[in-house]
């Protein structure tokens, strides 16, 4: 069985510009991302230049990164630039320099593209002068809140100045705005009906804010609050704006009520031919994936898995279950569960591997990767991976028995790792939350625990310790349970593993995400 692969008029597609403006945008190449996010806009990139469709993704330059950690003699991690590869630069090609005002002076700006078919990535790199190179040297760390402000109005400007100069307005079908830094656009480019927000936050937290009296001293407008929310800005100025799944529909409409005319969900996916096994997409797509060969193919990627393991640790998977956490390191994905799992199940036989890294601003995220370094050293059957990147990404998604996803319920808004390890045959077990909600029912293609909560609660303070260890108790029992049907009937987890896969391939599917969000130029085959 083939994938289904919608079809993109042609007309429409050479009409139209689709343009995506996002902080971070994960390529296969380069420095150019720091999470979910970007790897999310990568996906769509490609898939877009797979599709046909024209489209733009605007970003920032950023000459050193995100962030690499080395550890000292104690543990600690030493977080360290991540200065861009000459592959990468190689790749970009100039288009177009002009100048901006920022701070009352002029800043020469050069515009960098990477393309994949009809898919352009521009990359706005500030030349002169020197302080605004160090204004967006890297991605998402500043020094202060002001120089924050002045890089994603940087970004602004410079998006509104090539369009002036490179895109005509009447070829633009819509801009869409990913997350609320990028709301500032607006504010300068007026184009009613072309904007539209997606928003990757969950709940009321994260959604930033600038003083009213930056807005007032580059944009010249007098803001009523002290503190203006950006992602207000950018849901009063679209037409519309996405949720990334149903249930952060539902908690958004609590947020936003006076914007709820606007509001609806596109459930986030994955691009499968970049995330899925070769070779396993080759058996799926010639029928020859059956409960009798997987297990075949499944040995195969753990023989590799345990010869990739060996660059971080001598070990051995021969009779263990492999378990993995693996995301960014923050507070509200609970990464002490997998330590706790760790330190009360050192006895049983799994292996677990942890990959991830937390922001080099977050001291309890850096205390977490030391705590991880320390397990890894101390235990034989741990192994951290703290440089996570998406190479990495798809040897463990690809590889592993069972995935833990295990965010406090109400603050994922979606998520997509359990989606790239399912198409992998991969089985989550999984907090109720975000997109996984929609896509798995319980011991069929995947396991849940915990409650579906959405109302606005927090992780700490004696309601969310209660709810933490009610649902870590849960987790604990859920996975016994899973690494007793791996080890003593292991044809119940290839049911359970074959039937993630295919369950989740047609509807994580990349192209089935940019249809939803551009039926206007990408069609269904005609029948």
Known sequence: MRFPVELLDPVDSDEYNVISVTPDLALDVGHTYAGGLGVLEGDKFYAAAKLGLKYTTFS?????????YDFNGDGTPVPKPQPQPNEFLDMLRPLDRFKIKLKGEDVEVESLVYESGNSRAIFFKPISPPWTSELVSRIYIETC??????????????????????IPLHDILFIDLQEAYTALLPLILKIPGKYRLIIHTAGVWGHPSFPRDLIRSEYGYYMISPEVVLTDIGLAASSQAFAVSAKHLDILLKIFPHFSDKLTYVTNGINIERWMHPKLKESYESHRLTLDTLPEFKRKVRSELEVFLRNFKDVSLEGKVIALWCRRIVA???????????????????????????????????EIMKEFMKI??????????PNYTID???????????????????????????????????????SRDGGILELVVHGVNGWLFGNDIREPTEYIGPKGDEINELEYQ?????????????????EGYYRVALSALRSFIPRVSMTRVLREYYPQIIKLPTI
């Open 60 to 68: 920032l330059y950023y000459a050193n990164g995100y962030v690499d």
């Open 145 to 166: 809140l002001e120089d924050k402000f002045y890089k994603y109005t940087m970004f602004a400007k410079a998006i509104v100045e090539f369009i002036r100069n490179n």
């Open 332 to 366: 509200y994905k609970r990464p002490w569960f997998a330590i706790r799992l760790i330190k009360e199940l050192k006895d049983k036989p799994i292996v677990f591997i942890l990959s991830g890294k937390a922001h080099p601003n977050d001291g309890w995220g850096l």
């Open 376 to 385: 890894h050293k101390e235990m034989d059957n741990v192994i951290y991976i």
């Open 392 to 430: 990495i990404a798809k040897k463990l998604l690809s590889s592993v028995d069972i995935m833990l996803f295990t965010p406090f319920s109400g603050w994922e808004a979606c998520g997509t790792s359990y989606m790239k390890a399912a198409v992998n045959a991969v089985p989550t077990i999984s």
């Open 474 to 490: 849960e987790l604990k029992k859920l996975l016994l349970d899973v690494v007793k049907l791996i080890t003593l009937n292991p």
